[in-house]
C-alpha cells in the first residue's frame, strides 16, 4: 500500500469517526466543553438583585443554604420565596407538576406513558384547579399569587435553566397558582392514594376470605396514640380498637390486572412510609417549657423532598421544612408555636362498581341511566407514538379501567380543599385557638397533628376529613368495594372537582384530639380504640413497633422527670428494634431444630441488644433471617394462588400474632405438617446460605443508603454509606435504604431549636449544599434552628418598575 | 510537498502550499478559528482539526498540533471552571467529565486526520 493509500484510508477511517460522533450528537452535545448544554451556565445562579413587583425583600443563605427571606410586604416576602426556591429547587417542582397533570412521556418518552394516563384519568388538574378556585379570596391567594410569579422571575432571570433540564433539552413552563394546588395534591395522594380495597378483593377471591386473618381490621397492641387509662378521651363503650370492620359481604371481582396496574403507576403510599412526632408539656422537662420531635418518613430522594426556609414578615417569623413549590412552612416553629405532623393512614379513597348500558357509555345511578362524563386527550411521548387517553367520571370521581372492568374512583382531594389555607393558619398562628382555625380547614392528608406554644399549651389534633359511609343507614367501614349504582356507601356533601360541603364526613370537634396532654407520641399506629366511626383499618394504618419504643422511652423519662433536647434527639436516633423483641425469642425457641452455623447464629442472637447499628453482625443476622422468614411463611401459600409478594401483608405484626400451629407456617411443598419453629428453623438455614453467598459481614454491608437522582447518572446521587436503623425503629431507614426520616426537628421554646435533612438543601449539583447534611443526617447529629438572620445579603429585591402592582 | 497538479485542483493546491509555508501562523489562525466555532458548537473542534490538519506541513505533525491544540482547548476549559468555583463539581460527573475531555483532544486529531488524507 502506498504511502498516498495509506493516508487515505486513515482519513476514511478518521472522517468515519467524525460520522460516529455525529451519531452521538445528542450526547456529545451534552458534554462538548464550551457549547455543551451540561456546562451552559455551570455553577451560575443569577443576580444578585432582583426586581421585586411588591416591593423590596432580602434573602440571606446561613451556613446550610437555608434561604432566610425578609420583606416588610407579604407579597414581596413569597415573591422572594418563590425566586429562591425555583432558584435552588426548579427541576424537583416541575417534575412534580409534570407527574401530576401527566406530561412526563413529553420528556421522559415511553416509559412513563401508563403513568401519564392512570394521571390523566384521575384528572388531578382539575382537582387543583378547583382547589385553587375555593382558595381565591382568602388569606392564601395573594402568597400563592406571590410566590408564582416570584418562580416566573426567576425563570426570565437565571443565566441558565438547572443541569437535569440542560440534559433533557426542555424547558419549563410558567408556574401557575394551580401548579402550586398540584403540589399539595401530589403530597396528598403520595400519603392517602392507596387502592388497598382492590388489592383486598383480589386477595379475598384468591385466598379465600380465611386469609383477611393476615390482614385485621386493627393491629392488638396496647400503644395507639389516645391511651386509654393516660389520656382524657371519652371512649366508646365496649371498644378496644379492634372490631371487626367487615360485615360479611362479598367482594365483587376485580381483575389483577388492574391492581398490578396501579402498583405501577399510581405512586400512593409505600408500605414504607410512615413518621415520628411526640410531645411532652413543660410538666415533664428540664426547662419547664414544652418540646415537640417530629421526623416525617418519606421517600428519600435527590433532592429532599422537603425545603427549609426561614420566613420574616409582618405579623410572622416561621421557620421550618416546606414544599418546593408552595409557600408554606409546613412542619416547623414561629415565635409562638410549633408543630409536626404524621399520617394518620385515614381511608379517604373508595371504589365502586356500576351497572352499565349503551357499551359502557351510561350508569346506573338513582334510578336512572346517565351518561359517563368523557373527553379524550392525547398524550405527548418524547421519541414515540402520541397516545389518546379517555378520561371519564361519574358522580363520585374518575372511573379507572383494566381488562374491560372500569371502577368508579372517589378520593377525598378531588374536591376543592384547604390545606393551603390551613398551613397559612399555622404559620402565623400566636397560640392554641388561631392554630385549631388553621386544623378547621385542614382537609387532607389527614395527620397526627402535635403541637406545643409559648405559653406551654400542647395539643395532639389528627385533622382532615374522613368520610363516613353508610350501607342501609348503618356506618360501614371503607375497606370494601361499593355498589355505586345503588348508591352505596357515598360521601354525602362531596363534590369531586368542585367546592364540597362535608355533611357526611366526621364533624372537625368529634375527631379524636387531646387538648394539654403531658405528651403523646405518634408513630402512624391506630388513633383510639373503641371510636364510633371507622377511619381505616390496618393496612392503612402503621404497625406498633416504633410506637411502643417510643412510648416506653417516654414513659421510664417523665417517671424520671426532666426531659431536655438531648433526650428528645437520643430518643428520634434510638435503633432499638422492638420487631426483633417480639421475634427473637420465638427464634431461641426454635434453637433446637437448628445446627452450625444457623444454631450459632440463633445463639448470636440470644446475645443480641437488639440494636439495628451499621456495625452489628447480629443486626445483619436478624434482618436477612425476617425476609426470610416471611418469605417462608407466606410464599407457597401466595405463589399458589398466583400472588407475588407485593400482596403480601404490609406490616410483620399479624404474622407474628399467628399461633404457632398456625396452618400458615405450614410448608404446603413438603408432605409433612410444619409449625412456627419449623419456619423460623428453615428461615435461618436460609439466612445462612444468603450471607454466604453475599459475603456480607455487618448489617451495614446490606443495609445502604440508596439515595438516588431521578436520572440515571450516577454522579448525581448521594454518596452510599453503611447504614443502622431500619423501617421498623424511631431512627427510621428502609430495607430499600431510600425510605426514612425526611426531615428532623426538635423544636423549643427555652434554647435552641434544631434539624437536619438526608441530603443538603439546595438541588444544584454544583452546590456546596448539595449533600452537606446528608453524613450529619446518618450520624444523628443536628443544626442549630435559628431564627437569626445571617449577616450579609445574598439577593437583594429592589421595588420594581410595577411595585404594588397586581397579581 | 504535493505532486503538481491542473486546472481547479491545482489551484486548490498551490494554495494549500502556500497556507503550509507559513505552517505556525496557519495552526495558530486554524486553531483560534475552531475554537470560536466550538463555544457555538462542538463541530468546531472538527472544524480546528481540518484547519490545523491543512495548515501542517505532515500528517504527524497535523496530529501533533491537533492533539496540542486539544489539551489547550481542554485546560482553558478547566481553568474557566476552576473560575466559577465548580471545578471540583466537574470532576465528579463520570462518564460526562470523560466525554468532555475526549471531545476536545479527540475530534481535532479525526478533522485532522480526514484533511491530510485528502490534502
Known sequence: ?807 | MSAPASGALGRVTDAVDRIREAEHAAVLLGGAVGLLAAFLHWGGFVLAGALIGLASRSLTRAVAFALAFGVLAWLLFAASLLRSGVFGAYLGMGQLTLLSVAVPVGLPILGAIAVRGVY
Open chain 1, 1 to 807: 500500500m502506498s504511502s498516498t493509500t495509506r493516508r487515505r484510508v486513515l482519513a476514511a477511517l478518521a472522517a468515519a469517526g467524525v460520522g460516529g460522533v455525529a451519531t452521538q450528537r445528542d450526547l456529545v452535545g451534552v458534554a462538548a466543553p464550551f457549547s455543551g448544554r451540561a456546562f451552559d451556565g455551570f455553577g451560575a445562579t443569577g443576580p444578585d438583585t432582583v426586581e421585586n413587583p411588591y416591593g423590596p425583600a432580602t434573602v440571606s443563605y446561613d451556613d446550610y443554604g437555608v434561604p432566610h427571606v425578609e420583606a416588610d410586604d407579604e407579597r414581596a416576602l413569597y415573591f422572594a420565596a418563590g425566586y429562591t426556591q425555583a432558584r435552588d429547587r426548579l427541576f424537583g417542582m416541575d417534575l412534580v407538576r409534570r407527574q401530576m397533570r401527566g406530561e412526563l412521556s413529553a420528556v421522559f418518552g415511553e416509559r412513563t406513558v401508563e403513568s401519564d394516563r392512570f394521571h390523566r384519568k384521575m384528572d388531578f388538574t382539575a382537582a387543583a384547579a378547583a382547589t385553587w378556585e375555593g382558595l381565591r379570596g382568602t388569606a392564601v391567594e395573594a402568597p400563592v399569587r406571590a410566590l408564582a410569579r416570584g418562580i416566573n422571575r426567576y425563570l426570565d432571570l437565571a443565566p441558565a435553566l438547572p443541569l437535569e433540564f440542560r440534559l433533557l433539552g426542555y424547558e419549563p413552563d410558567e408556574w401557575t397558582p394551580v401548579d402550586t394546588a398540584l403540589v399539595a395534591k401530589a403530597i396528598a395522594w403520595g400519603l392517602t392514594g392507596t387502592f388497598w380495597d382492590l388489592e383486598r378483593a383480589v386477595i379475598e377471591e384468591s385466598l379465600g376470605e380465611a386469609a383477611l386473618d393476615l390482614y385485621p381490621d386493627a393491629y392488638e397492641h396496647d400503644y395507639p396514640i389516645v391511651r386509654p387509662g393516660v389520656h382524657d378521651w371519652p371512649a366508646e363503650e365496649g371498644g378496644d380498637g379492634t372490631e371487626a370492620y367487615t360485615d360479611g359481604r362479598e367482594s365483587p371481582s376485580i381483575p389483577r390486572e388492574l391492581v398490578d396496574w396501579l402498583r405501577e403507576v399510581a405512586g400512593g403510599p409505600s408500605g414504607a412510609t410512615g413518621s415520628n412526632n411526640w410531645i411532652v408539656s413543660g410538666e415533664h422537662t428540664e426547662t419547664g417549657g414544652p418540646l415537640l420531635a417530629n421526623d416525617p418518613h418519606l421517600t428519600l430522594q435527590v433532592p429532599p423532598v422537603w425545603y427549609e426556609m426561614h420566613l420574616r414578615g409582618p405579623g410572622m417569623d416561621v421557620r421550618g421544612a416546606a414544599f418546593p413549590g408552595a409557600p408554606l412552612i409546613v412542619i416547623g416553629q414561629n415565635r409562638g408555636v410549633a408543630w409536626g405532623i404524621t399520617n394518620v393512614g385515614g381511608d379517604v379513597l373508595d371504589c365502586y362498581t356500576y351497572d352499565t348500558r349503551a357499551g359502557g357509555r351510561e350508569y346506573r345511578y338513582d334510578g336512572e341511566w346517565r351518561p359517563v362524563q368523557s373527553r379524550t386527550e392525547t398524550i405527548d411521548v418524547s421519541g414515540g407514538e402520541n397516545r389518546e387517553v379517555s378520561i371519564e367520571k361519574t358522580v363520585h370521581g374518575p372511573l379507572i379501567e383494566r381488562e374491560g372492568r372500569r371502577v368508579g374512583v372517589a378520593w377525598v382531594g378531588l374536591a376543592a380543599t384547604r390545606e393551603p389555607l390551613a398551613v397559612y393558619r399555622y404559620n402565623r398562628a400566636s397560640g392554641i385557638d388561631e392554630f385549631r382555625e388553621g386544623l378547621r380547614v385542614f382537609d387532607i392528608p389527614g395527620q397526627n397533628t402535635v403541637y406545643i406554644d409559648r405559653e406551654g399549651r400542647t395539643m395532639y389534633y389528627p385533622a382532615a376529613k374522613y368520610p363516613i359511609r353508610e350501607v342501609d343507614g348503618e356506618d360501614v367501614p371503607g375497606n370494601r368495594i361499593f355498589d355505586g349504582s345503588a348508591g352505596e356507601g357515598e360521601w354525602r356533601g362531596f363534590t369531586p372537582y368542585g367546592e364540597s360541603t362535608w355533611e357526611g364526613f366526621v364533624d372537625f370537634g368529634e375527631i379524636p384530639h387531646l387538648i394539654d396532654p403531658g405528651y403523646v407520641a405518634t408513630a402512624n399506629q391506630r388513633v383510639v380504640d373503641g371510636y364510633e366511626h371507622y377511619l381505616g383499618d390496618a393496612e392503612y394504618m402503621g404497625d406498633p413497633y416504633r410506637a411502643t419504643r417510643i412510648y416506653e422511652r417516654l414513659d421510664g423519662a417523665v417517671d424520671a422527670g426532666e426531659i431536655d433536647t438531648a433526650f428528645m434527639k437520643d430518643l428520634q436516633n434510638d435503633r432499638h428494634s422492638v420487631h426483633a423483641d417480639v421475634w427473637v425469642p420465638q427464634v431461641v425457641a426454635a434453637r433446637g431444630k437448628t445446627s452450625g452455623q444457623a444454631r450459632e447464629y440463633v445463639d448470636l442472637l440470644a446475645e443480641w441488644d437488639r440494636g439495628m447499628r451499621a456495625d452489628s453482625e447480629a443486626a445483619l443476622v436478624y434482618s436477612v433471617w425476617a425476609e426470610a422468614f416471611r418469605d417462608a411463611v407466606l410464599r407457597d401459600e401466595f405463589a399458589a394462588a398466583d400472588l407475588d409478594s407485593e400482596y403480601y401483608p404490609g406490616e410483620d405484626w399479624p404474622i407474628q400474632q399467628l399461633d404457632p400451629d398456625s396452618r400458615w407456617f405450614d410448608d404446603a411443598d413438603t408432605g409433612g405438617t410444619e409449625r412456627r419453629a419449623d419456619a423460623v428453623a428453615r428461615a435461618m438455614e436460609t439466612t445462612v446460605e444468603r450471607i454466604e453467598t453475599e459475603g456480607w459481614e455487618t448489617y451495614g454491608d446490606r443495609h445502604r443508603l440508596a439515595i438516588e437522582h431521578p436520572f440515571p447518572l450516577e454522579f448525581l446521587d448521594y454518596p452510599d454509606r453503611p447504614a443502622g436503623g431500619s423501617a421498623n425503629t424511631v431512627f427510621n431507614l428502609g430495607a430499600d435504604g431510600a425510605t426514612g426520616s425526611s426531615w428532623r426537628m426538635i423544636a423549643s421554646f427555652d434554647g435552641p431549636s434544631y434539624s437536619v435533612i438526608p441530603g443538603g438543601n439546595s438541588g444544584r449539583y454544583v452546590s456546596e449544599h448539595y449533600d452537606d447534611q446528608l453524613d450529619m443526617w446518618l450520624d444523628g447529629e443536628y443544626k442549630e434552628m435559628s431564627f437569626e438572620i445571617p449577616e450579609g445579603t445574598d439577593i437583594e429585591f429592589v421595588a420594581g418598575e410595577d411595585a404594588g402592582g397586581s397579581s
